[in-house]
């Protein structure tokens, strides 16, 4: 099977990790909960465009690879809501002058994004009872109530996916890891500006913190799990 970061990962560093045991799957639970993070307009464009268009509109928009993730992420949302799986937004609110820190320094563009940008991208837009979480920094996890609501929800397994692979995806699925959370990435689902930032990030939380496989092998085993119902305890 192909796998996103082939030809970027040699052959022989992929064998170095199997030899030293990385790599092996955790699996799922039975009570999943799935993240869509940071899938707004200013990641990913009010349209599907080239890079180097997309940026005219919103200087941190990833371009065309984040609506081709789009599109992988709307049939599991689907999913998650006919199972009655919850669903939750982390996402960057809008930014003002108190929250420029290191950020502002390193990314001075994301001070500048129209109120526009923040609106998620409306394939995969929250409804009522999905749940919202601001959030200030790249893990969604740090500073956030997301670990109490998880936990209320009685979640054993994050679905993670949006933006960006490098970022704000990696360090949530590490800080979920670190919650000994089951942790899984569809590899079509998440998205970067950069395709071997991209590629290699997803090789490495594949090998130490979440099972990374493709969307369409994830939404079989999702599919396979039982509906969440009131009486088993649907929020």
């Not at 789009?70 to 982390?90: N, Q, S, T």
Request: net charge neutral.
């Amino acid at each position: 099977m192909a796998r996103p970061w082939d030809g970027i990962i040699s052959e022989d560093e992929q064998k170095a990790y199997r030899a030293a045991g990385f790599g092996k799957p955790a699996g799922l639970g039975l009570r999943p909960a799935l993240l869509i993070i940071d899938v707004q307009y200013r990641t990913a464009g009010t349209e599907s465009k080239p890079f180097w268009e997309s940026i005219k509109e919103f200087p941190t928009s990833c371009g065309d690879v984040a609506w081709n993730a789009v599109r992988h992420i709307k049939p599991l949302l689907a999913l998650f809501r006919e199972k009655g799986f919850p669903v939750l937004y982390p996402h960057v609110a809008p930014k003002k002058s108190y929250d420029a820190g290191r950020l502002a320094a390193k990314v001075p563009s994301i001070m500048t994004i129209p109120e526009k940008g923040y609106e998620f991208v409306a394939d995969v837009a929250p409804v009522d009872g999905d749940i919202l979480v601001p959030k200030r920094h790249p893990s969604a996890f740090f500073g956030t109530p997301l670990a109490s609501y998880l936990i209320d929800l009685a979640a054993d397994t994050l679905v993670v996916t949006g933006c960006t692979t490098s970022g704000c995806i990696r360090s949530s699925v590490v800080d979920a890891f670190a919650y000994n959370f089951r942790v899984a990435v569809p590899q079509e689902c998440c998205y970067d500006r950069s395709a071997v930032s991209h590629a290699v990030n997803l090789f490495d939380m594949s090998e130490k913190y979440a099972d990374v496989m493709p969307a369409a092998e994830l939404m079989k085993k999702i599919a396979a799990m039982p509906a969440l119902t009131a009486e088993s305890g649907a929020a």
